[in-house]
């Protein structure tokens, strides 16, 4: 309220508001300034998650409770300015999973979608219907809303990943359904690598042939590290870096050339040694992982220093600024797709 009321019509108000408060009905014009804002005002804080340390929680972890137990073993990156929500954003999640020789995450599925971006190991397979992907370092790997997935480790060295899902979008729409197959590992359907070599060179299985095996809506699921950091590379090669961004590129859905999800973006970035980005600000929250590399990342008023393996999370409208200190790759997942289908998502670079 902007105008000046007297004290009489004041007590009035007052005396209205209280009549009306059992039957859950509240004045707009008292709360309006604080929910329809000029701007962003993000509760979620910039934060850094030193990779050593939490590998070290997650090891020993290991030591207390199995895969099978658990179901999933995972450290939850919750947010400082969000706490008790298990959520990195508003509307995201992120976890550091850990899968050990010889163990099986079991089968399930459910309505969140999610992407595991691997951090440590080789050899260990994330299976989605059926089809098994064998996971190497920073390979990206969906397991897309509603398809069986389990996760299983036959190599002689620990798997670890980054977990990112869309769990607070789902509870805020109370839209959260899940179902457990009953059996560690789902049977295999299809060869290894089955999805990428049907969908993953902008082709795909002529239709009438009743080869497609994969949703059409959600053909492929593996992005592997050798494919995309060459593009990457060679981006680097052919041009000069964006000055906000560095060298981008964004993966894609082949089945529409959108996002990797429908509610989750992700993309990579390449800056070259003593690049500095100039400040951008989005209304996407993002997390990020230090792929390889060292650095700094500027968000706001803090400054964090950045080496390979470590998450940072850069929440909505935070300015941010990068520096190499020697190349710098990035990995970043953000909520950027389902910004975008509501017409919501804003830029600003300075």
């Not at 070290?56 to 300015?81: H, T």
């Not at 992120?94 to 999610?114: D, Y």
């Not at 992407?115 to 299976?127: K, P, Q, Y």
């Not at 593009?231 to 859905?253: I, K, Q, T, W, Y």
């Amino acid at each position: 309220m902007s105008a000046v009321l007297s004290d009489n019509a004041m007590a009035q108000l007052q005396a209205l508001y209280a009549e009306m408060r059992p039957s859950s009905l509240y004045p707009l014009w008292e709360v309006l300034h604080g929910l329809v804002t000029p701007e962003p005002r993000a509760a979620a804080r910039p934060h850094l998650w030193a990779y050593a340390p939490a590998r070290d929680y997650l090891m020993r972890a290991g030591e207390l409770i199995s895969a099978e137990q658990a179901e999933r073993r995972v450290l939850i990156l919750e947010n400082p300015g969000l706490p008790g929500s298990s959520a990195v954003t508003p509307s995201l999640y992120a976890g550091l999973q850990l899968i050990l020789p010889g163990e099986v995450a079991p089968a399930h599925r459910h309505t969140q979608s999610a992407l595991r971006f691997v951090l440590e190991g080789e050899g260990a397979h994330t299976a989605v219907e059926g089809e098994r992907a064998v996971m190497r370092p920073f390979d990206l790997v969906l397991t897309p809303n509603w398809q069986w997935h389990d996760h299983g480790n036959l190599t002689a060295a620990p798997m670890i990943w980054l977990d990112g899902l869309d769990i607070p979008t789902v509870r805020f729409y109370e839209a959260s359904f899940a179902e457990r197959l009953g059996q560690a590992a789902q049977a295999e359907a299809a060869a290894p690598g089955d999805s990428a070599r049907r969908y993953g060179r902008n082709l795909r299985p002529f239709r009438g042939t009743g080869a497609d095996r994969r949703p059409a809506h959600q053909p492929l699921f593996h992005y592997p590290y050798a494919e995309w950091r060459d593009s990457l590379a060679a981006l680097a090669r052919a041009e000069a870096p964006d000055a906000h961004l560095g060298h981008a590129l964004e993966f894609v859905n082949p089945a529409d050339g959108g996002p990797v999800m429908p509610t989750i973006a992700a993309h990579v970035r390449l800056l070259p040694k003593g690049f500095e980005t100039r400040p951008r600000r989005a209304t996407d929250g993002t997390v990020f992982v230090v792929v390889e590399g060292s650095g700094t990342a500027r968000i706001g008023e803090q400054e964090f220093t950045l080496a390979p393996r470590d998450l940072m999370v850069v929440p909505s409208w935070h300015e941010l600024v990068l520096r190499a200190e020697s190349e710098m790759v990035l990995f970043g997942f953000s909520d950027r797709a389902a910004q975008e289908k509501l017409l919501l998502f804003r830029e600003a670079r300075g």
